[in-house]
């Protein structure tokens, strides 16, 4: 089970690591509620005002291996460069690290092809609508 700690450390890490827009000016904005945490990462870089940001939103239920995306929205001036993607993987690279099997989201009006692009597929079993992917944990390797 991940602590708020290891998971705002993990964010921290893999967005600085994966995401070429990352800079030491990025915001983190963590709510934590009975179940569950739920964290905001904006990239500044890839930022135009407070009204137009390029950011992640995450919800982590820490008893529970599955993560939901609540919103990846890239501002309007920076979107096909790629950038989408690199969050949208960054966001697989954190799944793994901190346990977390399955990532879920409920797309947008129009963003399905970029999600089926990125290995989404519909969830059987859940309310319409809602796009999965399972991601493989990461093991954790003893020095050689
Ligand atoms: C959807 C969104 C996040 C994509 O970000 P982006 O940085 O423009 O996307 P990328 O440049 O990384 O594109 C990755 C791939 O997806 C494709 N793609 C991107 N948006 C797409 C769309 N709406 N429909 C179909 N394909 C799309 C790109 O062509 C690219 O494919 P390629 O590698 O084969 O050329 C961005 O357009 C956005 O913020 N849209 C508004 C909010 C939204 O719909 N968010 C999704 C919330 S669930």
Known sequence: MSTLRDIRATVREVFRD?????SEK?????LE????????YFFSKASCDSRETTHVKLRFHPDRAEMW??????????RSRGIGREIAR????????LGIREINLFPLFRSGPFWQK???GEHRGRAARVLSKT????RSCSRL
Do not use: F, K, M, N
């Open 26 to 30: 990025d915001r983190l904005e963590i």
């Open 135 to 138: 991601v493989v944990p990461a």
């Open 33 to 40: 509620e009975r179940h569950q945490i739920q964290l905001t």
């Open 118 to 120: 990125l290995g989404y």
């Open 90 to 97: 960054a966001v697989e690279v954190i799944a793994q690290r």
């Open 69 to 78: 995306l609540g919103a990846l929205e890239v501002a309007s001036p920076y």
């Open 18 to 22: 994966e995401v070429s827009v990352s």
